[in-house]
């Protein structure tokens, strides 16, 4: 079948289809039910995988391929406009990658209701994909907003005993998270409409808008705040254990390896690349609150006992390194942190699904509970370690490249930087001496990365090589034959991403390039330019450079 | 002869009907089993309505003498009555026979209801208004204290009914105010008398003309507050919602509501249209902006502390009526926002229509006669019981939250953007914090339904089943997810219906 | 046409009427009495009716209002036996005292806006206010709303038979052994007495 | 001194207002209702004084017009004579006070049967 003309729709809306054919799938034919989800899901992953290849009936413009783009609602300006580029590439994929693998995994845990499980993973497949390559915002609000159902559902109705608290926590922190933007994104469109006279919510249209610094900020902080409470910055973050704490093994993967991503991608592609100029004002903010993110998640991480609070602490952690990153603007720091994204995708997915098969032989997710583990489940631990290490960023695993790429990426960033003793001139102008501070983040960041390393092999050395006290841990089973079909792909991804980062920056980087070349020239003329009232900005700002070759790797990375 | 009556063709259609019910009900031997009729009727007349907009205007045969006016608003809200009616009477049908209450009565009542309804979105004279309200109201007063041995029905029924005439009779005083000063009944006589245009002899009574008129538009918008349940004359929606049948709230709550945002329009729009009276600073558009922030704040504030879901459902309709109020505080405004106001609230009263008949069917559908779902607790653990009627409130439920991409959502979306695009930020970042605090009432009854289970010996809603229901609620659902996901087709129509209303 | 001074005679005792006969409806503790003054205030209503030249309304404020509805009224107070005459004690919910004084200061305001208005009066014809001429307004340009109005009858009709009627409820009546007045929710709590059958019908 | 519409349209606000203080004081759905009559009847009186003082553009003392002329200068082209749009509708509300008392009457009656009683404020199970 050849679907790559629509390979984007298919992607969007396949998962969807399928969750609805599932709800017509007797319950008493369970067997069906999950070979129907993992067949469709295995399906769809096999489909994804086509946008590797090469440049099949791409549109070269702005770096975007497999472009599909039609009028929705026309009276609004509102299209169907999808399309993937170099950074949600990678996004896409994981999601594919992770959905059949979740679904798999869980169908050992979740026993009741696997129906309404499969079809609210299937669905929310569907809306996180469909976020990721929206290049409609409005398309993308409907998609982001879509998601929230099915997660809630996941967490509050296969989660575990405070369950609904933290499910409403999550929908209601997010529900509200988003609205501002929804007005951000409104008015944005009504001044582009005041503008040219036309309405559109494209993304690639509104790029051409400009605004004073006072208006920027406030729609760029409209945006941030959504953003913000999915990624989930500090201080923003406080729904993020709870959930991960009562959602299922599987929801609780899904949560971190993917929809976290969505908070990052967004304030990557919308919020810095519509806002270049407010972006650049709070930039420095940005980046103490992610490095505050990093030491603070790490720290609370340290003094956790519960096993997947522990996880969901260190998330935080690995998400300030995707922030620091994105917020460096350099080359580096961009692909770093889009690899970051995908290799926290892996290697939390993979912690989180190896807790859960601790939780299952236990019923208890409490780390003094269990010691000596390496003799009882020898391969367990094995794989525990392997994964422990990827988290940590070892080298040889895919988190050395992506942490090490931020860290280089931030220190190298003349971006980041504070004024200082601000002088006003004659003419009213300020000038004031600037100080690169990149360099402190970067320590920093360095600094977590070895908090990291501390209380993960704490653990790590507590639960597998520490002193047996508990008899129940003395007969463990060890990995059975479902575990190890869920964790194989996770490890052999690991270290493809570890040993040949290049196959995957070389689709990275070209799109971090273009889309900084996009993002500067439009910060220089915005700067250049202020005016009281919004303006357009000229269209050629908005052409990227011709991108490099396919496999020629990017400038400015070490 | 059928020239000069096309025009009238959906009210005679819904006229006529109503009476044939009735005649049917007198000679049938058994009672009930009018609902699928009752049904097509309102679909006949709806989409007799749409047929006639097709055929094209002008509309007037000389027979309406500026009583009516049949515009293309008129025919967009008849079809929207007529969609709602109809499905309304379908849910009673599964719900009167679930609960031993069907006689013949119940149907030819929301036939005639339904027909004021469809006079008053075409009145254009206050006189025409009243009538057309008051047989609207008798119908529905009779339809609320139709559970004859039910005590709180009876009282919902005494309550609306005192409250309801109350609101007529300020109504009518604001109405005899404005023929005292005017000489005119009908709006575009009223307006003309009183914001004549070119030469005019000196009036020694100007002033005592211009401050009558200010009353009698106080007195009238009163009464429109009340027909459309806004605070400060919200009182009496939660409980007659409460004590109603749930039938008759399912219909009290879409087409009254419509009729009501129809002809408020329309009155304000043409009466009280012109500059002075609907200056955007001091004119009643200012009042109703106020009226429209307690509207939908009060409205989520009390529903957040119910526990009965009818009753938190009463109060999520005011709130609802103060996201309305938004297109209608909008609506006078000139340079197309007017008409895209109007277009907004045309779209919400639609969206709205489906996404509440379908709420209200899930409800009926959750419970049986006995054990009938009444509160939160009710409903725990109706997932496993029944997950059809959870999966279905469920989904109604989220399209009045507005979550994409149902039809809640897209016309919550179209009245802010309308917001937005006018300059009024401040209005519409109420509306968008007023959803959000919305969601979490919403979401008490998910999370009761899916996530908890009943407690031991408690009251718990058994779910009934019953064919009508169940389609009424598939039919609702596809309008639902019609008007999220596609919705150009009706906002082209929305807005070719607002053109002429708006100023 | 009466002159001036006959007619200012004539209001001036009218208004009296109706303003005495008007609070005289809404202060009496008994209701049979407040009927009686809403039928005082009817005949005043109809008086100054004539005097503003209005003979068709006149009669049919007699024949409707007198003929019908304080009739109706009278009826059901007959019906309601000692019922009727329910006090007014007791704290409501609602104060009462704060709407009615808010109606009041509306009232005068009203009423002070209003008196100044004073167009000249105009001359009008011998046939004004006829039963010819109103008559024939009614079924000329005003027959779409009159029709209108004979829906709303039939509705009113319908209405106030599915409201009131009902055979179980009959036998109630007659033999006076309705619903326990005890228990103040005599159906809602218990549903099997829904309409229709079950122990409503057993409890009669 | 004579009689002008500003007197009648006063005397029709003090009713208006009776008969509102009437419906929020009392307690007695009956006497609710017939406040509720006051109030229209109120209207009524508004309605065909007003209809009295039509302004037209025949001035006081001049020649009676002929009807037509009189509807005609209304601005009414109605084959009916004199504008009676006042009257009208007074002739409409009295009709629908009608039908409403006949309702709310089997309300109250309906309710009495449950209650034993037509206090308004009897009605309160349903609580806000």
Request: net charge positive; charged share 10%.
């Given at each position: 079948?050849n679907?790559?003309?629509?390979?984007?729709?298919?992607l969007?809306?396949?998962?969807?289809?399928a969750?609805?054919?599932t709800?017509?799938?007797?319950?008493?034919?369970?067997k069906?039910?999950r070979?129907?989800?993992?067949?469709?899901s295995?399906?769809?992953?096999g489909?994804?995988?086509?946008?590797?290849i090469?440049?099949?009936?791409s549109?070269?413009?702005?770096?975007f391929?497999?472009v599909?783009?039609?009028?929705?609602?026309?009276?609004?300006?509102?299209?169907y406009?999808?399309?993937?580029?170099g950074?949600s590439?990678?996004?896409?994929l994981l999601?594919?990658?992770?959905?059949?693998?979740?679904?798999?995994?869980s169908?050992?845990?979740?026993?009741?209701?696997?129906?309404?499980?499969?079809a609210?993973m299937?669905l929310l497949?569907?809306?996180?994909?469909?976020a990721?390559?929206?290049?409609?915002?409005?398309?993308?609000?409907?998609?982001?907003?879509?998601?929230?159902?099915?997660?809630?559902?996941?967490?509050?109705?296969?989660?575990?005993?405070?369950a609904?608290?933290?499910?409403?926590?999550?929908?209601?922190?997010?529900f509200?998270?988003?609205?501002?933007m929804?007005?951000?994104?409104?008015?944005m469109?009504?001044?582009?409409?005041?503008?040219?006279?036309?309405?559109?919510?494209?993304?690639?249209?509104?790029?051409r808008?400009?605004?004073?610094?006072?208006t920027?900020k406030?729609?760029?902080?409209?945006?941030?705040?959504?953003?913000?409470?999915?990624?989930?910055?500090?201080?923003?973050?406080?729904?993020?254990?709870?959930?991960?704490t009562?959602a299922?093994?599987?929801?609780s993967?899904?949560?971190?390896?993917?929809?976290?991503?969505l908070g990052?991608?967004?304030?990557l592609?919308?919020?810095?690349?519509?806002?270049?100029?407010?972006?650049?004002?709070?930039?420095?903010?940005?980046?103490?609150?992610?490095?505050?993110?990093?030491?603070?998640?790490?720290?609370?991480a340290?003094?956790?006992h519960?096993?997947?609070?522990?996880?969901a602490?260190?998330?935080?952690?690995h998400?300030?390194?995707?922030m620091?990153?994105?917020?460096?603007?350099t080359?580096?720091g961009?692909s770093?942190?889009?690899?970051?994204?995908?290799n926290?995708?892996i290697?939390?997915?993979?912690?989180?699904?190896?807790?859960?098969?601790?939780?299952?032989?236990?019923?208890?997710?409490?780390?003094?509970?269990?010691?000596?583990?390496?003799?009882?489940?020898?391969?367990?631990?094995?794989?525990f370690?392997?994964?422990?290490?990827?988290s940590?960023?070892?080298?040889?695993?895919?988190?050395?490249?992506?942490?090490?790429?931020?860290?280089t990426?931030?220190?190298t960033s003349?971006?980041?930087?504070?004024?200082?003793?601000?002088?006003?001139?004659g003419?009213g102008?300020?000038?004031?001496?600037?100080?690169?501070?990149g360099?402190?983040?970067?320590?920093?960041?360095?600094?977590?990365?070895?908090?990291?390393?501390?209380y993960?092999l704490?653990?790590?050395?507590?639960?597998?090589f520490g002193?047996?006290r508990?008899p129940k841990?003395?007969?463990?089973?060890d990995l059975n034959?479902?575990?190890w079909?869920?964790?194989?792909?996770l490890?052999?991804?690991?270290?493809a991403?570890?040993?040949?980062?290049?196959?995957?920056?070389?689709?990275?980087?070209p799109a971090?390039?273009?889309f900084?070349?996009?993002?500067?020239?439009?910060?220089t003329?915005?700067?250049?330019?202020?005016?009281?009232?919004?303006?357009?900005?000229?269209e050629?700002?908005?052409?990227p450079?011709?991108?490099?070759?396919?496999?020629?790797?990017a400038?400015g990375?070490? | 002869?059928?020239?000069?009556?096309?025009?009238?063709?959906p009210?005679?259609?819904?006229?006529?009907?109503?009476?044939a019910l009735m005649l049917i009900?007198?000679f049938?031997?058994?009672?009930?089993?009018?609902?699928m009729?009752?049904?097509?009727?309102?679909?006949?007349?709806?989409s007799?309505?749409l047929?006639?907009?097709?055929?094209?205007?002008?509309?007037d045969?000389?027979?309406?003498?500026?009583?009516?006016?049949?515009?293309?608003?008129?025919?967009?809200?008849?079809?929207?009555?007529?969609?709602?009616?109809?499905?309304?009477?379908?849910?009673a049908?599964?719900?009167?026979?679930?609960?031993?209450?069907?006689?013949?009565?119940y149907?030819?009542?929301l036939?005639?209801?339904?027909?004021?309804?469809?006079m008053?979105v075409?009145?254009?004279?206050?006189?025409?208004?009243?009538?057309?309200?008051?047989?609207m109201?008798?119908?529905?007063?009779?339809?609320?204290?139709y559970?004859?041995t039910?005590?709180?029905?009876?009282?919902?029924?005494?309550?609306?009914?005192?409250?309801g005439?109350?609101?007529?009779a300020?109504?009518?005083?604001?109405?005899?105010?404005?023929?005292?000063?005017?000489g005119h009944?009908?709006?575009?006589?009223i307006?003309?008398?009183?914001?004549p245009?070119?030469e005019?002899?000196?009036?020694?009574?100007?002033?005592?003309?211009?401050?009558i008129?200010?009353?009698?538009m106080?007195?009238?918008?009163?009464?429109?507050?009340?027909?459309?349940?806004?605070v400060?004359?919200h009182m009496?929606?939660?409980?007659?919602?409460?004590?109603?049948?749930?039938?008759?709230?399912?219909y009290?709550s879409?087409?009254?509501?419509t009729?009501a945002?129809?002809?408020?329009?329309r009155?304000?729009?043409?009466?009280?249209?012109?500059?002075?009276?609907?200056?955007?600073?001091?004119?009643?558009?200012a009042l109703?902006?106020?009226v429209?922030v307690?509207?939908?704040?009060?409205?989520?504030?009390a529903?957040?502390?119910?526990?009965s879901?009818?009753?938190?459902?009463?109060?999520?309709?005011i709130?609802?009526?103060?996201?309305l109020?938004?297109g209608?505080?909008?609506?006078?405004?000139?340079?197309?926002v007017?008409?895209?106001?109007?277009?907004s609230?045309?779209?919400?009263l639609?969206?709205?229509?489906?996404?509440?008949?379908?709420?209200?069917?899930a409800l009926?559908?959750?419970g049986r006669?006995?054990?009938e779902?009444?509160?939160?607790?009710?409903?725990a653990?109706?997932?496993?019981?029944?997950?059809w009627a959870?999966?279905?409130?469920?989904?109604?439920?989220?399209?009045?939250t507005?979550?994409p991409?149902?039809a809640g959502f897209?016309?919550?979306?179209?009245?802010v953007r309308?917001?937005?695009?006018?300059?009024?930020?401040?209005?519409?970042?109420i509306?968008?914090?007023?959803?959000?605090?919305?969601?979490?009432y919403?979401?008490?009854?998910?999370v009761?339904?899916?996530?908890?289970?009943?407690a031991p010996?408690?009251?718990?809603?058994?779910?009934?089943?019953?064919?009508?229901i169940?389609?009424?609620?598939?039919?609702?659902a596809?309008?639902?997810?019609?008007?999220?996901?596609?919705?150009?087709?009706v906002?082209?129509?929305?807005?070719?219906?607002?053109?002429?209303?708006?100023? | 046409?009466?002159s001036?001074k006959?007619?200012?005679?004539?209001?001036?005792?009218?208004s009296?009427?109706?303003?005495?006969?008007?609070v005289?409806?809404?202060?009496?503790?008994?209701?049979?009495?407040?009927?009686?003054g809403l039928f005082?205030?009817?005949?005043?209503?109809?008086?100054?009716?004539?005097t503003?030249?209005?003979?068709?309304?006149a009669?049919?404020?007699?024949?409707?209002?007198?003929?019908a509805v304080?009739?109706?009224?009278?009826?059901?107070?007959?019906?309601l036996?000692p019922?009727a005459?329910?006090?007014d004690?007791?704290?409501?919910?609602?104060?009462?005292?704060?709407?009615?004084?808010?109606a009041?200061?509306?009232g005068?305001?009203?009423?002070?806006v209003?008196l100044?208005y004073?167009?000249?009066?105009?001359?009008?014809?011998p046939?004004?206010?006829?039963?010819?001429?109103?008559?024939?307004y009614?079924?000329?340009?005003?027959?779409l709303?009159?029709?209108l109005?004979s829906v709303?009858?039939?509705?009113?009709?319908?209405?106030?038979?599915?409201?009131a009627?009902?055979h179980?409820?009959?036998?109630?009546?007659?033999?006076?052994?309705?619903?326990?007045a005890n228990?103040?929710l005599?159906?809602?709590?218990?549903?099997?007495?829904?309409?229709?059958?079950?122990?409503?019908?057993?409890?009669? | 001194?004579?009689v002008?519409?500003?007197?009648?349209?006063?005397?029709?606000s003090?009713?208006?207002?009776?008969?509102?203080?009437?419906?929020?004081?009392?307690?007695?759905?009956?006497?609710?209702?017939?406040?509720?009559?006051?109030?229209?009847n109120?209207?009524n009186?508004?309605l065909?004084a007003?209809?009295?003082?039509?302004?037209?553009?025949?001035p006081?003392?001049?020649?009676?017009?002929?009807?037509?002329?009189?509807a005609a200068?209304a601005?009414?082209?109605s084959?009916?004579?004199?504008?009676h749009?006042g009257?009208?509708?007074a002739?409409?509300?009295?009709a629908?006070?009608?039908?409403e008392?006949?309702?709310?009457?089997?309300i109250?009656?309906?309710?009495?049967?449950l209650?034993?009683?037509i206090?308004t404020?009897?009605?309160?199970t349903?609580k806000?």
């Amino acid at each position: 079948m050849n679907t790559s003309r629509h390979l984007l729709s298919v992607l969007v809306w396949f998962p969807a289809l399928a969750a609805l054919a599932t709800l017509f799938i007797p319950r008493q034919a369970p067997k069906v039910m999950r070979a129907w989800a993992v067949g469709s899901s295995l399906f769809l992953f096999g489909q994804s995988l086509q946008l590797l290849i090469g440049s099949t009936h791409s549109v070269q413009a702005r770096g975007f391929r497999f472009v599909e783009d039609h009028a929705w609602i026309p009276s609004l300006g509102i299209r169907y406009h999808l399309a993937v580029d170099g950074i949600s590439l990678w996004l896409v994929l994981l999601t594919t990658f992770l959905t059949p693998l979740t679904l798999y995994v869980s169908f050992g845990t979740i026993r009741n209701k696997q129906k309404e499980f499969i079809a609210a993973m299937l669905l929310l497949q569907s809306a996180m994909i469909g976020a990721f390559v929206s290049l409609d915002l409005f398309l993308f609000y409907v998609f982001w907003e879509l998601m929230l159902v099915p997660m809630f559902l996941i967490i509050g109705v296969f989660g575990g005993r405070n369950a609904v608290y933290a499910a409403v926590k999550f929908f209601l922190y997010t529900f509200a998270g988003s609205v501002g933007m929804l007005l951000a994104i409104l008015y944005m469109v009504s001044r582009y409409k005041g503008l040219t006279g036309n309405y559109s919510f494209d993304y690639l249209d509104l790029l051409r808008l400009a605004f004073p610094l006072s208006t920027e900020k406030w729609l760029f902080l409209a945006f941030a705040v959504a953003f913000a409470v999915k990624v989930p910055m500090f201080p923003l973050h406080t729904w993020l254990p709870d959930a991960h704490t009562e959602a299922p093994t599987g929801g609780s993967i899904i949560l971190a390896a993917v929809m976290l991503k969505l908070g990052t991608y967004g304030f990557l592609r919308f919020g810095f690349g519509l806002f270049p100029f407010a972006s650049h004002w709070i930039g420095p903010t940005v980046a103490i609150l992610a490095c505050v993110g990093i030491l603070y998640g790490a720290l609370v991480a340290w003094r956790q006992h519960d096993f997947k609070k522990l996880v969901a602490y260190s998330s935080v952690s690995h998400l300030g390194f995707v922030m620091l990153g994105l917020t460096a603007r350099t080359p580096a720091g961009l692909s770093g942190a889009i690899l970051q994204m995908v290799n926290h995708g892996i290697s939390t997915g993979a912690l989180f699904l190896l807790v859960g098969v601790l939780y299952d032989r236990r019923h208890t997710r409490d780390v003094g509970e269990f010691g000596g583990l390496a003799k009882v489940m020898p391969w367990y631990a094995a794989v525990f370690v392997v994964v422990t290490m990827s988290s940590i960023g070892l080298p040889g695993t895919n988190g050395f490249i992506g942490e090490f790429l931020v860290i280089t990426g931030s220190f190298t960033s003349d971006l980041l930087r504070v004024s200082y003793r601000c002088m006003v001139q004659g003419d009213g102008s300020r000038q004031c001496e600037v100080a690169s501070i990149g360099p402190l983040f970067a320590m920093l960041a360095s600094f977590g990365v070895v908090v990291g390393a501390v209380y993960m092999l704490e653990v790590v050395q507590k639960v597998f090589f520490g002193p047996n006290r508990n008899p129940k841990n003395a007969h463990l089973p060890d990995l059975n034959p479902r575990e190890w079909t869920g964790l194989v792909p996770l490890l052999a991804m690991i270290f493809a991403v570890g040993l040949f980062p290049t196959y995957f920056r070389a689709r990275i980087d070209p799109a971090c390039e273009s889309f900084l070349a996009v993002y500067n020239a439009r910060r220089t003329a915005i700067a250049q330019n202020q005016r009281e009232e919004p303006w357009l900005l000229d269209e050629a700002l908005l052409t990227p450079p011709p991108p490099a070759g396919p496999q020629g790797p990017a400038g400015g990375h070490p | 002869m059928i020239q000069t009556l096309a025009p009238l063709a959906p009210i005679l259609l819904m006229a006529f009907g109503a009476v044939a019910l009735m005649l049917i009900d007198a000679f049938q031997d058994e009672e009930g089993g009018l609902a699928m009729p009752a049904a097509l009727v309102h679909f006949v007349a709806g989409s007799t309505a749409l047929l006639l907009w097709k055929r094209g205007l002008p509309l007037d045969s000389g027979l309406l003498h500026g009583y009516l006016v049949i515009d293309k608003t008129s025919l967009f809200l008849d079809a929207v009555i007529g969609l709602g009616g109809g499905l309304a009477s379908l849910l009673a049908g599964g719900y009167l026979h679930e609960h031993k209450l069907e006689r013949g009565e119940y149907y030819p009542l929301l036939g005639f209801a339904s027909c004021g309804a469809m006079m008053l979105v075409s009145a254009s004279d206050t006189l025409m208004l009243f009538v057309a309200l008051e047989t609207m109201s008798l119908g529905v007063y009779a339809m609320t204290g139709y559970r004859r041995t039910s005590a709180r029905a009876l009282e919902a029924a005494l309550k609306y009914f005192l409250l309801g005439s109350f609101a007529a009779a300020l109504l009518l005083a604001g109405a005899a105010l404005l023929y005292t000063v005017t000489g005119h009944t009908d709006f575009a006589g009223i307006a003309q008398a009183l914001h004549p245009t070119g030469e005019q002899p000196p009036d020694p009574f100007l002033v005592d003309k211009a401050r009558i008129s200010i009353l009698a538009m106080l007195l009238i918008l009163a009464a429109l507050a009340f027909k459309v349940g806004a605070v400060p004359f919200h009182m009496w929606v939660p409980d007659t919602y409460e004590g109603a049948p749930t039938s008759t709230t399912a219909y009290m709550s879409v087409v009254v509501k419509t009729a009501a945002f129809g002809v408020f329009l329309r009155l304000m729009l043409t009466v009280f249209g012109d500059a002075g009276s609907a200056s955007s600073a001091a004119g009643w558009p200012a009042l109703m902006a106020w009226v429209a922030v307690l509207t939908m704040t009060v409205g989520n504030l009390a529903a957040l502390v119910q526990t009965s879901v009818k009753r938190m459902l009463a109060y999520s309709s005011i709130a609802h009526a103060g996201y309305l109020l938004v297109g209608v505080v909008l609506a006078p405004r000139g340079g197309g926002v007017g008409a895209v106001a109007v277009a907004s609230v045309l779209f919400y009263l639609l969206a709205y229509t489906v996404s509440n008949v379908g709420a209200f069917g899930a409800l009926m559908l959750a419970g049986r006669r006995g054990a009938e779902a009444v509160s939160f607790d009710d409903l725990a653990g109706l997932g496993k019981r029944h997950p059809w009627a959870a999966f279905a409130l469920t989904f109604f439920l989220l399209s009045l939250t507005g979550v994409p991409p149902t039809a809640g959502f897209f016309g919550k979306f179209y009245i802010v953007r309308t917001a937005l695009d006018s300059g009024l930020g401040l209005l519409a970042a109420i509306v968008v914090v007023n959803s959000a605090v919305s969601a979490y009432y919403y979401l008490g009854v998910i999370v009761k339904m899916f996530m908890k289970d009943p407690a031991p010996g408690a009251t718990r809603a058994q779910p009934m089943a019953s064919g009508t229901i169940f389609f009424t609620l598939v039919g609702a659902a596809l309008g639902v997810l019609y008007l999220g996901l596609l919705p150009e087709r009706v906002l082209s129509l929305a807005l070719a219906a607002a053109e002429r209303a708006a100023p | 046409m009466p002159s001036s001074k006959v007619e200012l005679v004539a209001f001036g005792l009218l208004s009296l009427l109706a303003v005495g006969s008007a609070v005289a409806t809404i202060s009496y503790r008994s209701a049979i009495r407040c009927a009686v003054g809403l039928f005082f205030h009817i005949l005043s209503l109809a008086g100054l009716y004539m005097t503003l030249s209005a003979h068709f309304l006149a009669a049919v404020q007699l024949i409707v209002y007198v003929g019908a509805v304080v009739v109706l009224f009278v009826f059901v107070i007959m019906l309601l036996g000692p019922a009727a005459d329910a006090p007014d004690d007791g704290a409501g919910r609602t104060p009462r005292w704060l709407g009615s004084g808010a109606a009041v200061c509306v009232g005068a305001l009203s009423a002070m806006v209003v008196l100044s208005y004073r167009p000249e009066r105009v001359l009008r014809p011998p046939s004004y206010g006829t039963l010819r001429e109103v008559g024939g307004y009614l079924f000329g340009p005003a027959v779409l709303p009159f029709e209108l109005a004979s829906v709303l009858l039939t509705a009113a009709v319908v209405g106030a038979f599915a409201v009131a009627r009902g055979h179980h409820d009959k036998v109630r009546l007659a033999t006076g052994l309705g619903p326990d007045a005890n228990n103040p929710l005599p159906s809602d709590q218990a549903p099997a007495a829904e309409d229709g059958e079950g122990p409503s019908g057993g409890r009669s | 001194m004579t009689v002008t519409l500003g007197h009648y349209l006063a005397l029709a606000s003090v009713l208006f207002t009776t008969g509102a203080v009437g419906f929020l004081v009392r307690r007695n759905a009956l006497v609710a209702l017939m406040s509720i009559e006051l109030m229209l009847n109120a209207v009524n009186l508004t309605l065909v004084a007003a209809n009295r003082w039509q302004p037209s553009m025949v001035p006081a003392g001049a020649e009676p017009a002929t009807p037509e002329a009189l509807a005609a200068a209304a601005g009414y082209a109605s084959q009916s004579a004199i504008a009676h749009h006042g009257q009208v509708f007074a002739f409409f509300v009295i009709a629908v006070a009608a039908a409403e008392a006949a309702v709310g009457l089997a309300i109250v009656l309906a309710f009495y049967r449950l209650r034993k009683t037509i206090r308004t404020d009897a009605a309160d199970t349903l609580k806000g």
